[in-house]
């Protein structure tokens, strides 16, 4: 886990179902990542778990560690500078078939998590929360945008509700540049336009109305962005040079052929300093003529790892292109599912 992290740059990841035991931490020595977890007791049923990885030289810098609040509940405050926070909390919510009795109990909790943060703190609330929250913007106007996907369940109306409650999104003053003179509405008028492949490098746009714009009656929008440039791909103009067949001189006859020809190119050679370059070349040039001459260059050859006429492979092909046709026609058939995945398994055991 932490080789993955670390290839993925990721510096605070929230864990889920860790199912460990009672709360601690541990650093993995050499793999750059300290794991906090928080479960129940060791003698008793462990079904959720949550946890923290947070890099190690960043855990060096924080004033608080991670607070374990239930096994389902991570709180980290992390100092970003002089009085300001970031209050980073780790979640596991109940799923949907739990009792509805845990559910009520763990959004109990985390909304009092919530209140007891400084209304001055950043709030970044992640990990899995078991829900789907739709696509009804009008219903959640707020909370959630034009793009959602699929439909609302039980879960997803608790952490609607719940962001809701607590404004997890941006104020509508933040939204507004422009306040008409007379009905003294504020509209957007302003904006900044990117294209939709780029929307994931976007951080946030807001309007600044703090910002001094006495001379307009606009706010100033800021738009934050995180530019990732893809390198360019070049193509290779020149290509390495082919190998020469060594395995040919193990034959006399192509060796003798190979020392007549470099006999005849490499004359005598002078091996004062001034003319050593010289000399090497030449040598250089008299050794690829003889190579050429005598050998050639290797060919590459590329063993085929396929069989088309392997009658067990393409019988076992046959027969899991047949399990898998089954199974798409009725996918909920447990049968078929399981007679898919075993043909499937004897096919790649057989070809490897």
């Avoid at 993925?8 to 990542?33: C, K, N, P, V």
């Avoid at 976007?202 to 703090?210: G, S």
Wanted: proline fraction near 3%; hydrophobic fraction near 35%; glycine fraction near 6%.
């Amino acid at each position: 886990m932490a080789r993955e992290l670390g290839h993925l740059g990721i510096d605070i990841a929230a864990l889920s179902e860790t199912r460990l035991s009672d709360e601690g931490q541990l650093e993995e020595i050499g793999g750059g990542y300290t794991f906090f977890w928080k479960g129940l007791p060791a003698g008793e049923q462990r079904d959720y778990g949550i946890g923290l990885a947070i890099r190690t030289s960043l855990t060096r810098q924080l004033v608080e560690l991670p607070v374990g609040i239930s096994e389902q509940l991570m709180t980290l405050r992390l100092h970003l500078q002089q009085q300001r926070y970031a209050t980073t909390i780790s979640t596991y919510t109940p799923t949907l078939v739990a009792d509805e009795a845990d559910k009520t109990a763990f959004y109990s909790l985390l909304d009092e998590t919530l209140q007891r943060i400084p209304a001055t703190d950043k709030i970044i609330l992640l990990g899995d929360f078991n829900a789907r929250v739709g696509r009804d913007h009008t219903l959640w106007n707020g909370a959630i945008g034009r793009h959602g996907i699929g439909s609302c369940n039980a879960n997803g109306e608790l952490l609607l509700n719940l962001c809701n409650s607590h404004d997890f999104q941006q104020s509508n003053r933040y939204k507004a540049s422009w306040r008409h003179p007379r009905s003294k509405h504020w509209h957007l008028l302003d904006y900044v336009i990117a294209r939709s492949r780029d929307i994931c490098d976007v951080n946030i746009t807001r309007a600044m109305i703090a910002a001094d714009d006495y001379w307009t009656d606009h706010h100033l929008i800021l738009f934050v962005m995180r530019l990732q440039i893809a390198p360019k791909h070049r193509q290779k103009t020149k290509q390495a040079p082919k190998r020469y067949d060594m395995t040919r001189l193990r034959s006399d006859e192509a060796l003798n052929h190979f020392n007549t020809v470099l006999d005849e190119k490499v004359g005598p050679v002078d091996v004062e300093l001034p003319v050593i370059e010289t000399a090497w070349n030449s040598l250089q040039e008299a050794i690829n003529v003889a190579c050429k001459e005598s050998i050639g260059r290797a060919r590459r050859v590329n063993r085929d790892w396929f069989d088309e006429n392997d009658v067990t492979l393409n019988r076992l092909i046959d027969e899991k292109r047949a399990a898998l046709n089954a199974f798409r026609a009725d996918p909920n058939s447990n049968r078929k599912k399981k007679a898919y995945h075993k043909a499937k398994a004897e096919v790649q055991s057989y070809s490897r």
